[in-house]
């Protein structure tokens, strides 16, 4: 198991590619939570993400055989950037497995980096299968995201980072994924300070959670959230020894909750998040663990490399969620006016229209009749309910459909 030793050690091979990130305080977060919320900018690191950390301390730890050999990884697709980075900065060459599915830009930043990108599987445990076969063909030390105690140290010096400029932390949260974040975060936070350490993990990819429970690692049979980052079947045998010493308590957040944390970081604190990044926010945002008012909270904002497609339907997912966007859907007569007469009680309510469509050939409706679709634009869950009712009041069937 690594100890803050490991930690301190870590720190000088880290800090020689790493940055420093900003550590901020939040007014309008803590005005909603009634905690005092520092957040720990890690978005801002070089490659976007916490993952250039471990790889910086792994390819330190490398003997002149190694570096010659090269280096092997699998990656959802942060790793695979800090590893293609570090790699290239140490004349290390690298070779990155990364699911099929990946984001484009994971896959376009690892490459520029100067990895060698292979895609193989539908998530990270088969790429990372493959890549223990390239290993093992090539004779590459394999680098692994998580399991490894020079990446677990490496990803510590967070830890030390917070523990430096916020020495009044009384509770750090980190999200967890395979674990090696969380297990040097708490290492590095629970040798230096008395706070405590929470993580958190998306409901759909939840395997630290079950395994707590169980008293063993226990493996997921898929993996499912928009949280990519994190989404491992199963947790690092190392990570989740230190887990279970060192972190107070594992929660879960909704993708739903994800979405909102992530609309309201880039919206009120013009920080952007992947999802991974955005699951800390969330279980704050959330109440998905007890804290006291005036109590100093870190959310570790671990990355913001999301996939712009992604961020497109995320951002959506989050309007709705806040009562931002709604779809609904009504009848009216097929008859002049109808439609003027809809849309005037809309503006009388202060809501924007965004898309309409008709459909005059639904068998569910009466042959003079037009069914209606109408994308809206609104202020808030309070704003839509109130619309609804005025629909109501003036006869309106209606049917939300988002």
Do not use: W
Not at 142 to 153: I, Q, R, T
Not at 213 to 242: H, M, N, Q, W, Y
Not at 312 to 332: A, D, H, P, S, W
């Amino acid at each position: 198991m690594i100890d803050l030793d490991d930690v301190l050690v870590a720190a000088d091979r880290v800090h020689e590619m790493a940055r420093h990130t900003p550590l901020e305080y939040s007014h309008m977060f803590s005005k909603m939570t009634g905690a005092e919320i520092h957040l720990k900018l890690e978005t801002f690191q070089r490659t976007g993400a916490f993952k250039i950390r471990g790889a910086a301390n792994r390819m330190g730890t490398l003997s002149p055989a190694e570096k010659e050999a090269g280096v092997v990884t699998a990656s959802a697709g942060n790793h695979a950037q800090g590893v293609s980075l570090a790699a290239s900065r140490a004349g290390v060459d690298a070779k990155i497995v990364m699911p099929e599915h990946a984001p484009v830009s994971k896959v376009k930043a690892t490459e520029y980096y100067g990895g060698e990108v292979v895609l193989h599987g539908i998530d990270y445990d088969e790429a990372e299968t493959r890549a223990h076969e390239i290993a093992g063909e090539e004779g590459r030390t394999y680098v692994h995201a998580f399991d490894d105690p020079d990446v677990m140290a490496g990803q510590g010096t967070i830890g030390l980072e917070i523990a430096e400029d916020c020495p009044e932390v009384d509770t750090v949260v980190v999200p967890i994924g395979g674990g090696g974040l969380i297990s040097g975060v708490a290492t590095a936070i629970k040798g230096q300070t008395d706070a405590r350490v929470i993580g958190v993990q998306a409901e759909g990819a939840s395997s630290v959670a079950a395994s707590l429970a169980k008293g063993e690692r226990e493996t997921l049979d898929s993996v499912e959230t928009i949280a990519d980052g994190i989404a491992v079947r199963r947790v690092g045998e190392l990570p989740f020894e230190v887990i279970r010493e060192r972190v107070d308590e594992v929660v879960t957040v909704s993708d739903s909750e994800i979405a909102v944390a992530l609309l309201y970081a880039l919206e009120r604190e013009k920080v952007l998040l992947e999802g991974a990044g955005a699951v800390s926010l969330a279980a704050v945002l959330e109440g998905a663990f007890d804290y006291e008012d005036g109590e100093t909270v870190v959310p570790l904002l671990c990355g913001g490399n999301i996939d712009m497609n992604t961020l497109t339907t995320v951002l959506m997912r989050g309007l709705v969620e806040t009562g931002r966007y709604c779809k609904i859907r009504t009848v009216l007569k097929d008859r002049p006016g109808s439609l003027l007469r809809l849309s005037e009680l809309l503006a009388e309510h202060r809501v924007n229209i965004y898309g309409v469509h008709h459909d005059r050939t639904s068998r569910d409706i009466a042959m003079d009749d037009a069914e209606i679709e109408l994308d809206l634009e609104t202020r808030g869950e309070d704003h839509v309910a109130d619309l609804l009712e005025a629909l109501e009041a003036e006869g309106y069937e209606v049917e939300v459909l988002v």
